[in-house]
């Protein structure tokens, strides 16, 4: 595994509706590798995670509200999917510029199923490679972006951006995040 000692990484949800396992999961990776993920939410407080968008899942704690963030403070992004979560986020203005800052600054972002519509809403798909949940794939290519259907994409260009379609290709997303973050 790729080494984060020191790094942070910024996992941005919203307060409720966020996919458990693709926020656990890399979360769990990211302390594996030596790495701090940071729950940061539109409110602090109670974030409602769930099991395939509709059985409740558990509860997290988000420690950081995003509106009182800045990029410059994490080494990466996670963009967990769910359909609600990046939803409702495309839909925070603090949120969205969160998401530009990273861009802007050529910090690793990785996106998984639903994730990247927070990347369309933030415009930074033009003319990026990547991956998603199938159904967004109109709203990439409308976006400027080039939509494959592959288990993990990633795209240097601008920016580093390590994008999945679903929870079962969690093990590359993970892989090729943690490699991307260790480089940051």
């Known amino acids: 595994m790729s080494e984060l000692q020191g790094k942070r990484i910024a996992f941005l949800v919203a307060n409720s509706g966020v996919e458990q396992v693709?926020?656990?999961?890399?979360?769990?990776?990211?302390?594996?590798?030596?790495?701090?993920?940071?729950?940061?939410?539109?409110?602090?407080?109670?974030?409602?995670?769930?099991?395939?968008?509709?059985?409740?899942?558990?509860?997290?704690?988000a420690t950081e509200a995003v509106h009182e963030l800045s990029s410059d403070a994490f080494d990466g992004l996670v963009l967990p999917g769910g359909t609600t979560n990046p939803d409702k986020l495309r839909m925070d203005a603090d949120a969205v510029h969160f998401v530009v800052g990273f861009a802007e600054t050529g910090k690793p972002i990785a996106a998984i199923c639903h994730g990247p519509w927070t990347l369309v809403e933030a415009n930074l798909v033009r003319d990026k490679a990547l991956t998603s949940w199938p159904s967004l794939q109109t709203d990439i290519r409308n976006a400027g972006g080039e939509w494959q259907d592959e288990e993990c994409v990633v795209d240097r260009e601008r920016f580093p951006?390590?994008?999945?379609?679903?929870?079962?290709?969690?093990?590359?997303?993970?892989?090729?995040?943690?490699?991307?973050?260790?480089?940051?």
């Open 22 to 61: 693709e926020l656990t999961t890399p979360w769990e990776a990211v302390e594996r590798a030596g790495g701090t993920p940071v729950l940061v939410a539109p409110e602090k407080g109670k974030v409602q995670a769930f099991n395939n968008d509709v059985e409740p899942g558990d509860t997290f704690e």
């Open 161 to 184: 951006l390590v994008t999945s379609r679903k929870p079962g290709d969690l093990n590359a997303f993970v892989e090729k995040a943690l490699a991307e973050f260790a480089g940051s």
